[in-house]
């Protein structure tokens, strides 16, 4: 019982500077900083969704940290401060690629480095932005989506005609290809 307890408490190291993180409480939400080093912020899974947007709590001014020591080498990848092994993936927080973040594909954590926090509430000052910018996102979605449902309808057609083969006159199948090449 010992031993687990002591496992779930394991200090956790920065994954930039090697430092110990110091447990912090805000907004009711557990995080932990690297107070000692590059100030560089841990979230489990989701949570730091909870203050990306500037009507939430501004974890990097609650908390009063500051880079005291700039990250060395953000273009490695790092290592989960949690699961200590697993390498984080690296991504752009939006379509504005404007901040990376460090998330553990094993226990979804996340990993901000000082400063990109306030730079993603940055992005988008207000809910509005926000949608439009996931509204950009979905058109292009839906662009490709279009594109791909083409294919299969006229993939379909063309099952249908093979099936219908036997069945329809000539004629009767080649119109009905002639009306999907128009539509
Ligand atoms: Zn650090
Ligand atoms: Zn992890």
């Given at each position: 019982m010992g031993s687990t307890l002591s496992f779930v408490e394991a200090e956790m190291t920065c994954p930039v500077?090697?430092?110990?993180?110091s447990p912090h409480k805000v907004g009711g939400v557990a995080v932990d900083v690297c107070d000692a080093g590059c100030a560089g912020i841990w979230f489990d899974q989701f949570e730091f969704r909870k203050f990306d947007e500037q009507k939430e709590p501004d974890v990097e001014k609650t908390l009063k940290v500051a880079a005291r020591v700039r990250p060395s080498s953000t273009s490695d990848q790092l290592d989960c401060p949690k699961c200590t092994t697993i390498?984080?993936?690296?991504?752009?927080?939006?379509?504005?690629?404007?901040?990376?973040i460090d998330e553990c594909p094993s226990c979804a954590g996340v990993w901000l480095d000082a400063g990109e926090l306030t730079a993603i509430r940055q992005e988008f000052p207000t809910e509005e932005s926000r949608k439009a910018a996931a509204d950009e996102v979905y058109s292009e979605l839906f662009d490709v989506k279009m594109e791909l449902e083409r294919d299969k309808s006229v993939r379909?057609?063309?099952n249908f005609g093979r099936m219908f083969r036997f069945i329809l006159p000539r004629v009767g199948l080649l119109r009905l290809q002639l009306d999907c090449g128009r539509g």
């Open positions: 500077c090697s430092k110990a993180l390498k984080m993936m690296r991504y752009f927080s939006s379509t504005k690629r404007k901040v990376t379909e057609v063309e």
